[in-house]
C-alpha cells in the first residue's frame, strides 16, 4: 500500500508541474563565432591527429569515435509517454525507432550502462544484436541480470568488484582490439522528487525474459565511467569522465590516479540535479574538465528525437547552468548537445 501511494503521488507530481520547459538556454557557454578555429581546411584537418567524435543520442546515450575506435552509452530511443511508464503498463523496445534513429555503429566494441532503469537499459539487447553486435557491455550485476535472457553472457561484464570509489581506483577493462579502456566508478542515483527514488531495487538472479513494466526494470548499482581513449603504446590520448544520473557528494567522484592525466570532457546530468546537494559543483570540482557535455538534459516522455525538445520537467534549466557556471574551472566551456549532432575535439578543446 505504501508502495503505490508513492507512485499514485509521482504521478499526481508530475501532471500538476505542468508540461516540460521550453529550452531557453544556449547550445555552448560561449559564442560560437569566438570559438578559436584550430582546423582552416580539410587539408589541414587530415594532417592532425584523428579527432575525438561525441555524438549525442538523447537521454543518456553517446556515440563517441576516436581514429577507427568506438564506445556506445545506454542508447535509448523508445521514449515511451509518462502515462506508458507507470507500473504494470506493458513496455517494449520500438525497433523501428531505433532502426530509424541509430547510427552506424557495426563497429562499436563497448558498451557503458550507468543504471538498469528502462530508459538506459530497454533499447540495449535490441542494439547489440542488430546494430553493435561486436559490442561487451559493462554495467552492474543488475543490468547483466535484465538482459542475460536476450544477450549472452559472454558478451556482458558486471563490474560491481571492481569498482573505484573517491579513495582508490578500479580495474581498468580493455577493448578487445586494445584501443579503449575504461574504469567503473562507484556512483549513485539522485531521487526523482521530493526525496523519493522510483525504480530502486536489485535483480540478484538471471531474470528468464525482460521485464514487460518500467518498474521491472530496477536501478542496481549506479555506475559512472572513465574512459580513456589510447594511442599505439596504449597512452591515454583523451580521458573521458560519464555518468548518466546527477549523484550524492563523494559517490561517483574520480579517484586520485598515478598517470597524471587530466580529464579532458565530463559528460555530466541536469536531470533532478536539485535533488542532492552541490551537484554539479562537486563533480566539476572533481574532474576539472575542459569541456563539460550535458547529458539526459531533455524531457524524453513521448519526444520525437527528430522534432523540438524541451528541458527536463521538474528541473530548473537556468539554475542548473547558473551553479554550473560558478563551478566551472577557468578556461573551461559547456555544451548542451543537440539530438543526434557530433562534436569534435582535439587536444586544446571544441573544434568548429
Known amino acids: 500500500m505504501k508502495s503505490l501511494s508513492i507512485i499514485t503521488l509521482f504521478f499526481i507530481t508530475f501532471f500538476l508541474s505542468g508540461c516540460a520547459s521550453s529550452v531557453k538556454i544556449a547550445e555552448h557557454s560561449f559564442q560560437a563565432e569566438n570559438l578559436q578555429t584550430q582546423v582552416t581546411n580539410q587539408q589541414d584537418l587530415d594532417q592532425q591527429e584523428p579527432t575525438l567524435k561525441i555524438q549525442y543520442l538523447g537521454v543518456g546515450g553517446h556515440r563517441i569515435q576516436y581514429g577507427d575506435a568506438v564506445l556506445l552509452t545506454g542508447p535509448s530511443f523508445t521514449n515511451p509517454p509518462l502515462l506508458l511508464t507507470g507500473p ?3 513496455l517494449r523496445s520500438n525497433h523501428k525507432k531505433i532502426d530509424k534513429f541509430m547510427p552506424e555503429s557495426s563497429n562499436a566494441q563497448m558498451i557503458l550502462i550507468g543504471h538498469a532503469h528502462y530508459d538506459h537499459l530497454l533499447d540495449v539487447p535490441y542494439v547489440m544484436q542488430k546494430h553493435a553486435p561486436k559490442a561487451h557491455l559493462y554495467g552492474s550485476q543488475t543490468t547483466v541480470n535484465s538482459i542475460i535472457s536476450e544477450i549472452p553472457a559472454e558478451r556482458m561484464t558486471a563490474v560491481n568488484n571492481d569498482m573505484g570509489s573517491s579513495d582508490k581506483p578500479g580495474k581498468w577493462f580493455y577493448s578487445a582490439e586494445g584501443n579503449i579502456r575504461i574504469m567503473a566508478l562507484k556512483s549513485s542515483h539522485a531521487p526523482h522528487f521530493m526525496g523519493i527514488k522510483l525504480m ?5 538472479k538471471p531474470l528468464k525474459k525482460l521485464p514487460w513494466h518500467s518498474f521491472g526494470w530496477k536501478e542496481g548499482q549506479t555506475i559512472a565511467y572513465l574512459i580513456d581513449f589510447l594511442d599505439a603504446d596504449q597512452q591515454p590520448v583523451h580521458r573521458i569522465f560519464y555518468q548518466d544520473s546527477a549523484t550524492a557528494e563523494q559517490q561517483g567522484v574520480v579517484p586520485v590516479l598515478d598517470d597524471n592525466k587530466e580529464i579532458d570532457i565530463a559528460i555530466i546530468c541536469p536531470a533532478s540535479f536539485n535533488q542532492v546537494k552541490n551537484y554539479p559543483a562537486t563533480i566539476v570540482k572533481n574532474t576539472q574538465a575542459k569541456h563539460y557535455i550535458l547529458g539526459h538534459w531533455e524531457d524524453f516522455f513521448g519526444n520525437k528525437p527528430d522534432g523540438k525538445q524541451k528541458f527536463v520537467r521538474n528541473t530548473n534549466a537556468k539554475k542548473f547552468i547558473e551553479q554550473l557556471d560558478n ?5 573551461s566551456h559547456w555544451t548542451r548537445p543537440l539530438l543526434f549532432s557530433t562534436y569534435q575535439f582535439n587536444s ?5
Do not use: D, R, V, Y
Open 88 to 90: 504494470f503498463m506493458p
Open 200 to 204: 530502486q531495487g536489485k535483480h540478484k
Open 327 to 331: 563551478a566551472l574551472p577557468e578556461g
Open 348 to 352: 586544446e578543446g571544441l573544434l568548429p
